[in-house]
């Protein structure tokens, strides 16, 4: 089965520019998440959807983040306007059923440098 | 303060020689997992451990996890240049969120 599709590989920005990222999961896969690794350290949880609705958004910054999955299936990753400390890979994952028992699918991630 | 902490952060030997790398925790969890991250990809997962006391194998790898299933190890026998990366532990946390430990980065020099 085709994996985790995710775009772009890279993208270096200025502070205070916007930019978008985005993801495809696997077919079928009714969770989706959105993780941020800055470098040195493990992921960190963003938000999860659960088909088109938000399950947990807790740990995005709102005031600068945004994350839609309208229909269901792909789902973008907004920041605007971008800080320094931005500069992180945003991982993108999706699981068959919710919750982590049985893994979850990674893409191969957009490496963002914020100048 | 980390709900996972791993240990050590970096690792570097050589080839052939065993290793161990430890994922603990003041809390109990249902299962644990552990994920290999190569460089410029995504973590891919390794193996789940459910049961306090199992151990499971995937060739040169054993994972165990603890007796109340509040920590669990690695141990790669005579590692090779293949098995670098950052290794990291992940329990599911709050019913469906998978959270991360900061990772081991292992270097295996030939």
């Known amino acids: 089965e085709a994996g985790v599709a995710q775009s772009p590989r890279y993208k270096i920005i200025e502070k205070r520019q916007s930019v978008a990222f985005w993801c495809n999961p696997i077919?079928?896969?009714?969770?989706l998440y959105w993780y941020q690794q800055i470098l040195g350290q493990g992921p960190k949880l963003l938000i999860q959807?659960?088909?088109?609705?938000?399950?947990?958004d807790s740990q995005l910054p709102k005031d600068r983040f945004s994350a839609e999955r309208l229909k269901g299936v792909d789902s973008t990753l907004k920041i605007q306007p971008a800080k320094l400390e931005d500069s992180a890979v945003y991982l993108c994952a999706s699981s068959l059923i919710p919750g982590g028992h049985y893994g979850y699918t990674f893409g191969s991630g957009t490496r963002l440098t914020v100048v | 303060t980390q709900l996972l902490e791993q240990s050590p952060q970096f690792l570097s030997i050589q080839e052939g020689e065993n290793l161990t790398v430890y994922c603990n925790s003041s809390?109990?969890?249902?299962?644990l997992q552990w994920y290999r991250q190569e460089p410029g990809e995504g973590p891919v997962l390794l193996v789940t451990?459910?049961?306090?006391?199992e151990v499971k194998k995937l060739k040169r790898l054993t994972f165990q996890f603890g007796d109340a299933r509040k920590d669990s190890s690695l141990h790669i026998t005579a590692a090779q240049p293949g098995d670098t990366g950052l290794y990291l532990c992940?329990?599911?946390?709050?019913?469906?969120?998978?959270?991360f430990g900061g990772g081991t980065r292992l270097m295996v020099k030939p």
């Open positions: 959807f659960q088909n088109n609705g938000v399950v947990d």
């Open positions: 992940a329990i599911t946390y709050a019913g469906n969120m998978l959270t």
């Open positions: 809390s109990v969890f249902s299962s």
């Open positions: 451990v459910v049961t306090g006391g």
């Open positions: 077919s079928g896969h009714a969770t």
